[in-house]
């Protein structure tokens, strides 16, 4: 979102705060400073057109509440000593911003004056740590969608120099790292479905291997079949659940019927090292220990 016009003879009008001429500085205490004063992050990877109803939201509540938590911000002079490329970027605003570009964005559509903000000049020591601050931002705070996150991660991996080092920054693993890089290797209208939420992560995660003009016919195949599996499955389940108890296979001991999960454990290959082999080629490190920890899990609930 563009910020409004602003007069530099205003801003030439109200001196800087001696702080804005010291790099090293690192506050604790919020200050407030005029908007037009804070230029926006030129590296932030989230798509704040794109993002208009989230900014709306916020725009009210700073109206109706104030602003509830500062942005963190560095000086003119830290960023443009690891980045002097954006100087004509950021104009002559006294401050970058590093985090809070969405109650940036929502301040100026508001007409809001100012800002609250913090200095944290630290955050622009290198040019790995500031990426490093502003992709733990967007990936902890509040979901990006998977390309932006992608994206974040790839600027993180251009500047520390290897996935493993970007994973260390983020604290993620680096098959989570790979997995991001990979989705940028998407054709464009696949990765257009993948922001929409129309297809889940897992449809596309191998979809990388292919020629990108076939990518998108391949995953339009998969979700046929996959539309087709889970009607033949509601089928069985909807005819087990009308037939008589003998019809459905059910033993006089009392055997439980033929269920959705049961038919999908065979498709799996119906033995645990068969399945487990299935679920290691579809699901995630993270994914699949987390499996883990459910299934060691004992039930809370009743078991009769």
Request: with cysteine.
């Amino acid at each position: 979102m563009a910020g409004k016009r602003v007069n530099l003879s205003d801003l030439a009008s109200e001196p800087a705060l001696p702080e804005a001429r010291k790099p090293a500085i690192t506050e604790t205490t919020p200050r407030t400073a005029r908007v037009q004063q804070v230029a926006a992050n030129p590296l932030n990877t989230r798509d704040l057109n794109a993002d208009r109803a989230k900014i709306e939201s916020i725009a009210e509540s700073l109206k109706t509440h104030g602003q509830l938590q500062p942005c963190a911000v560095v000086s003119r002079e830290a960023f443009l000593r690891i980045y002097p490329e954006h100087e004509t970027v950021i104009g002559s605003a006294v401050w970058v911003q590093v985090t809070g570009g969405r109650r940036r964005a929502a301040a100026l559509l508001v007409d809001q004056p100012t800002l609250e903000i913090i200095v944290k000049n630290n955050l622009a020591d290198s040019r790995e740590a500031w990426v490093s601050a502003t992709a733990a931002e967007n990936l902890d705070r509040e979901n990006l969608d998977p390309i932006e996150e992608a994206r974040a991660v790839q600027l993180l991996v251009q500047e520390c120099g290897t996935a493993k080092a970007a994973a260390v920054r983020l604290s993620r693993t680096p098959p989570w790292v790979t997995q991001r890089l990979n989705l940028l290797k998407l054709a464009p209208e696949v990765q257009s479905l993948l922001r929409a939420g129309e297809v889940p992560l897992r449809d596309v995660r191998d979809l990388h291997q292919m020629p990108t003009e076939k990518q998108f016919e391949e995953l339009q195949q998969r979700r046929q079949r996959l539309e087709h599996e889970l009607t033949a499955v509601n089928q069985i389940a909807d005819s087990d659940e009308s037939l008589p108890a003998a019809s459905t296979g059910e033993s006089k001991r009392g055997a439980p019927r033929r269920s959705p999960a049961a038919s999908a454990i065979r498709r799996l290959g119906g033995t645990p090292d068969k399945i487990a082999e299935s679920l290691r080629t579809e699901l995630t490190q993270e994914d699949l220990q987390i499996l883990i920890d459910l299934l060691r899990c004992q039930p809370t609930g009743p078991t009769d």
